[in-house]
């Protein structure tokens, strides 16, 4: 009996997986359909911003011309997002061996999001170095850093720090976000590494993204070898640990 059921879980769960991967596959498409037209209106709507055959006249289609473009900005972000889910799901997205330590990493994504986090009256800190060498695509990992520190300093309130943190061990090291936001629910948590979930209104009334910053943030890690924990407490705040292998001296001195 304790067979059968472990079966079917397991076909459950691969049938979910699959009907998963066809609605992102499916969006991937549409947004790339999508894609163009809107790059048209952004283009248009800019064009006309700048007035270069004559004033628009009342002051106040210039306002309607720049929510125009900026409203298609976002919706060609969302529709970036879904490629870039769709092509690290597919395993069509080829990731690069750049060289580089997990300080350097993390200063970097602590530089970029400095101003949004004072904007946003919220404490900004960065641990002490580990000096951990990662052997990784450069570019996916800031792309995933920057996804959780963004969603870290959105959730967090006024008054409130997100810490950026690095740990390195004898075979591994662990990024480390920490906010004293919100938080999240049990249930909430069940369903946040899901694509297109959003929750709970409490969580979604101020979001500006597609719901996939996390989803892509796991596919990243998993394909850089490694594996994104989140633990998170309702009115008390989230710790997101992301753990990646590091470069060992042997492939170093290789490289």
């Keep these: 009996e304790q067979r059968l059921l472990a079966r079917r879980y397991h076909e ?3 049938r979910a997986e699959a009907a998963s991967r066809s609605k992102t596959s499916f969006l991937a498409h549409l947004s790339h359909d999508i894609r163009t037209p809107l790059n048209h209106i952004i283009g248009f709507a800019d064009m006309m911003r700048q007035q270069p055959f004559g004033p628009l006249g009342d002051a106040k289609y210039l306002s309607y011309v720049e929510a125009v473009k ?3 900005e976002r919706l060609l972000g969302f529709f970036g ?4 889910l769709a092509e690290l799901e597919g395993g069509r997205r080829e990731l690069r061996r750049d060289r580089f330590t997990a300080d350097e990493l993390l200063l970097s994504v602590f ?3 400095t101003g949004q986090a004072q904007a946003a009256g919220v404490i900004f800190g960065l ?5 951990a060498l990662l052997s990784a695509d450069r570019f996916a990992l800031e792309r995933m850093v920057s996804n959780l520190v963004e969603n870290a300093v959105r959730f967090t309130p006024r008054g409130g720090k997100v810490t950026l943190a690095a740990y390195a061990g004898a075979d591994g090291v662990v ?3 920490t906010d ?5 629910s ?3 948590l069940a369903t946040l590494s899901q694509p297109f979930v959003f929750g709970d209104a409490a969580l979604t009334r101020d979001r500006e993204g597609a719901g996939l910053g996390i989803a892509i943030s796991r596919a990243i890690a998993e394909l850089s070898g490694g594996h994104l924990a989140i633990d998170s407490r309702q009115g008390l705040g989230t710790t997101v640990a992301v753990s990646l292998p590091i470069m060992t001296q042997e492939e170093a001195k290789a490289a």
């Excluded at 997002?81 to 870039?84: K, T």
């Excluded at 641990?127 to 000096?131: I, L, T």
């Excluded at 004293?180 to 999240?184: D, E, L, S, W």
């Design 127 to 131: 641990g002490g170095p580990c000096n």
């Design 175 to 177: 990024l480390e976000i």
């Design 12 to 14: 459950e769960k691969l």
């Design 111 to 113: 530089r970029r999001y």
């Design 186 to 188: 049990a249930e909430r």
């Design 70 to 72: 900026s409203s298609g």
């Design 180 to 184: 004293t936001g919100i938080g999240m």
């Design 81 to 84: 997002s879904i490629l870039e």
